[in-house]
């Protein structure tokens, strides 16, 4: 389907850019090995890692394993003697180290909107005299319905501004913020917030800071610690590669976990879960936020997956990642804004996460004619064409071969195939 | 590990009971064809399928398909091409047959902790005027910590008593019954509420009826319908074989689908899913019960071992659990009162569940001997051996070789050994 052919060499910015000088930088990239352990279809440019992370190739047999000798063989016994019963802990553990969170800071369970729903709850009862959760219109929509929800259960009240008004609102709520909680990068244009200074003004205000790491897990050296962020939460099959619906992640910073009262408590999180108590008393630490029977055959795919992330630096993750990010969209401004393509994504790199947005009148239709081409993006409404590039497997002449089959797409308008405007694309 | 061994026979209630007979059962069985659907470990009895089911045969190659087919090459395609989208509805359709329900009234996501939660708030939404809430205080631990947290959050109160004071608890609470909630089975004793009566009861009151089919689902039939319930969850790990986590189950009668607002919504549940649009509104039907996105593995799992109940009568189901857990009782009675064993569950099989619940004062010691001997069950606090027998794959003959071999290991005193002393069983 992807027919790699070497283009030809242009201008750019002055410097001459060619499929070779791609593969230059391939053959320099410190991640190139990383492609190895993930499995790739043929034929296929895969640029929906923001969406649905690739198979890493350890998992499969750890899902047979899992299925066949711990669920079919050791059955019940599993939950003690394959360690099922502390697998949440344990995964945590591991995706702490990537977020910038201690071990014992992070535990994995639920899905991102439930984990949400109870930082947020918990966040309020933390701050019991302020009202004001400031946020995001432009975030996702489920987390403003989770957050609306929480605010209303709670008796708060909910701010949601434009992107930029963020630290007004804060500043507007003042002695009534109770938390600011945003998403780190925005799923549609991978625009960044500047998670230092807000949760530092949250703080200087006397609020909370929750923040939401969906698009930022696995792909930026996300600074919990350093940045002193409260609460956070976010999902684990996108850069993380935990596959379809893998459990989410949440975090709480040790300062608060002694205090913390989620909303959703279960036997799991109880001091003594084994006493099977009637009346509840959390567990000391982030176990308290478990409610129930973790989805061990997800845990353990995605425990699996994050070997990938074995000795990787994630400083090299984020280097890349601009690296093809920028050639992504120094491309798109010489070859496709003459096909009627803009930029929706901040250009400046330190603004921007590892997805690039581009808009378009007929997004839709150009998208899936991209996919039958074996370039897998995905369309955001009401007009974008969202390409994400997952340093661990994404390769810079992927970038270069892209953009070749986009514009033949388009200078063979394949996007007005009948076949391509009936919508149906998920995540 | 499991030596079978054809004891002696002996009067019991007036029957010569032997293991012969036991073998004649098993050769009228209907069901008996069913156990070979399954992995089950050579040296096993395994009758701890009320807390993790056994596994299915169809279930390792529909992983290694959804694991390296539809993740591996389909990659995020596979949300539409593999129909994994439509999972929690099409998994939802083929579970409602086993409880009664219609196929649009069953949706398969989250945990049933989750599940009461978005139940439990959205029946005080329906019933905006009314605030008590009656429960039982032996129910699931984490049922109980749930509906405390749903009253608090708004604004009602749990009226939580004993299992014989239900009735009368909904009865005092009159027009403030918002809702009786109950537990179908109880996890320690097996002791059967009666559904349709109290649901009746609690519609007489102007109140909500919701119901907990965790130890149900799959070995009773259960009658939603017929039983005019309200709202019920239910896990599927259990006697429905879904794999360790594997994702619950929420019913919620069609008459209140218009009306039902779940305190977690997501973008899945919107009207208009693609859209992403800022502000919620629930689609029409089951699908408004969904959160965020659903755990892909676990679901499919599930969906594959549900096959083992293709055209399974559950009368028939319910008959052998019926016999099973007789003839156990009735063994209990003649072989193991002698050392100390109470039959801790109700003798009338019309009250009782599918599992049996001995109490022991070495009850824990006793069930790690069993467990070292091939007989898995389980330890529940404060003296109880909980064995399961699930009819798909217990024999009639595994009855009476967990009482050989029990009655063994009191004889030998196994319990005694430090190496079953430690407590650490899991769920």
Not at 176 to 198: K, N
């Amino acid at each position: 389907m992807v027919g790699g052919g070497s283009g030809p060499a242009w201008q750019s910015g002055g410097v001459s850019v060619s499929r070779e000088a791609f593969e230059q930088r391939d053959r320099d990239d410190p991640l190139a090995g990383r492609r190895d352990l993930f499995v790739l279809p043929d034929g296929v440019i895969y640029l929906d890692g923001n969406s649905l992370g690739a198979l890493v190739r350890t998992v499969p047999e750890r899902m047979r394993s899992a299925v066949e000798d711990e669920w079919g063989s050791g059955l019940i016994r599993s939950w003690n003697d394959a360690d099922w019963y502390t697998a949440p802990q344990r995964v945590g553990a591991q995706l702490a180290a990537l977020v910038g969170a201690d071990a014992d800071e992070v535990i994995v369970c639920d899905s991102t909107s439930v984990n949400l729903f109870k930082v947020l709850v918990a966040a309020a009862r933390l701050e019991p005299t302020r009202r004001t959760i400031v946020t995001d219109e432009t975030t996702f929509p489920t987390d403003a319905y989770i957050t609306t929800e929480a605010a209303g259960l709670t008796g708060t009240v909910v701010s949601s501004v434009a992107s930029d008004e963020v630290v007004a609102a804060m500043e507007a709520a003042g002695e009534d913020l109770l938390a600011v909680s945003l998403t780190d990068v925005d799923y549609r244009t991978a625009r960044r917030h500047d998670m230092r200074a807000i949760t530092q003004r949250a703080h200087e205000l006397g609020g909370l800071a929750v923040w939401d790491l969906c698009h930022s897990a696995g792909v930026l050296p996300v600074d919990l610690a350093g940045c002193s962020v409260d609460l956070a939460v976010g999902c684990t099959y996108k850069y993380l590669n935990g596959g379809p619906g893998s459990p989410a992640f949440v975090f709480v910073a040790a300062r608060h976990l002694d205090a913390i009262q989620q909303p959703l408590p279960g036997w799991h999180g109880h001091a003594r879960p084994f006493a099977l108590e009637a009346a509840y008393e959390p567990a000391p630490g982030i176990v308290r936020m478990l409610s129930g029977t973790a989805p061990q055959l997800g845990l353990l795919a995605l425990e699996a997956a994050l070997t990938a992330y074995k000795d990787v630096a994630l400083d090299d993750v984020r280097a890349k990642s601009i690296a093809l990010t920028e050639a992504f969209i120094e491309l798109a401004d010489e070859r496709l804004a003459a096909h009627g393509f803009t930029v929706a994504s901040p250009r400046r790199s330190a603004e921007r996460g590892s997805h690039v947005a581009l808009g378009h009148d007929h997004a839709y239709g150009i998208t899936q004619a991209l996919i039958a081409r074996g370039v897998i993006g995905d369309f955001r409404e009401p007009n974008l064409v969202r390409l994400g590039f997952a340093p661990l497997y994404v390769r810079h002449v992927d970038v270069w071969d892209a953009v070749e089959l986009l514009v033949d797409v388009m200078e063979r308008e394949e996007w007005t195939d009948a076949a391509h405007q009936q919508r149906n694309a998920v995540t």
